[in-house]
């Protein structure tokens, strides 16, 4: 897998998200035909929260594109929602609302259970919603962008643990990051990944090879991550749009 770019853009991005909340609602359903269907309720919700990622080509391992597509997975959906472990997303509510908010609404987790527990039917043909039409490539106009000095290879089996490459920029002058993405070169192995900017004269992995991956307990991870000013961002399950962060 080579994990290669990185763009910088003049658009603030925001990608936070929560697991918490409760349910309190009623499922939406067809009041014609008093059943929750795939076209008309089910649809619409992995359309705003799912298909990003889910789809071919992406990081998610199966695709929500179709009926055909999403009928299989329609159990594991209602286990993987009511626990709100997706759509991934881990910023507290408490604390703002962002726009591109992927969590789910309690009555969308119990529209999705719903449809599961009632033998996920397709329902009406006309009801579905127009396709996504999909971008394909940098998701910001990128005005610089920046590529890892070497692949980094992930093994076919086992875990890898966190890694941490050093990328000299080496912008001309000072500038503003108002907006950045990264892109791997294979997104289906890359389940995510963060980004640390290094104030002047650090001694965060001052003697590290650009291009070498070291482990996070080395050349003084452990030690100077926390001390360092900067920008730092996580990609998420659903989109490679990263949050953007004051340390």
């Not at 997975?73 to 997706?86: G, P, S």
């Not at 996504?132 to 070497?150: L, Q, R, S, T, Y």
Request: net charge neutral.
């Amino acid at each position: 897998m080579r994990l290669r770019q990185f763009a910088l853009s003049g658009v603030l991005l925001l990608v936070l998200r929560t697991m918490t909340g409760s349910i309190h609602a009623m499922p939406q359903q067809d009041s014609a035909a008093g059943a929750v269907t795939f076209n008309k309720h089910v649809l619409p919700i992995l359309q705003k929260n799912c298909q990003t990622c889910h789809r071919p080509g992406e990081i998610a391992p199966m695709s929500f594109l179709t009926y055909r597509d999403v009928r299989p997975w329609a159990k594991a959906i209602k286990a993987a929602v009511v626990k709100r472990q997706m759509p991934p997303w881990f910023a507290d509510p408490a604390y703002g609302h962002f726009a591109n908010d992927k969590r789910l609404t309690d009555a969308e987790i119990v529209t999705l259970s719903a449809w599961a527990d009632s033998g996920a039917v397709e329902g009406d043909a006309n009801d579905k919603p127009a396709p996504i039409a999909f971008h394909n490539g940098w998701n910001v106009e990128p005005d610089m962008i920046i590529e890892m000095p070497k692949d980094f290879n992930v093994p076919a089996t086992g875990t890898v643990t966190y890694k941490n490459i050093l990328v000299k920029v080496n912008f001309p002058e000072d500038v503003w990051v108002l907006a950045a993405e990264m892109r791997p070169g294979n997104p289906q192995v890359l389940h995510h990944g963060r980004i640390l900017v290094r104030p002047p004269a650090t001694e965060f992995m001052k003697d590290a090879v650009p291009g070498e991956a070291y482990e996070t307990t080395s050349i003084g991870m452990q030690e100077k991550s926390g001390e360092m000013p900067g920008l730092k961002w996580t990609t998420a399950e659903f989109s490679r749009r990263f949050c953007l962060l004051a340390l």
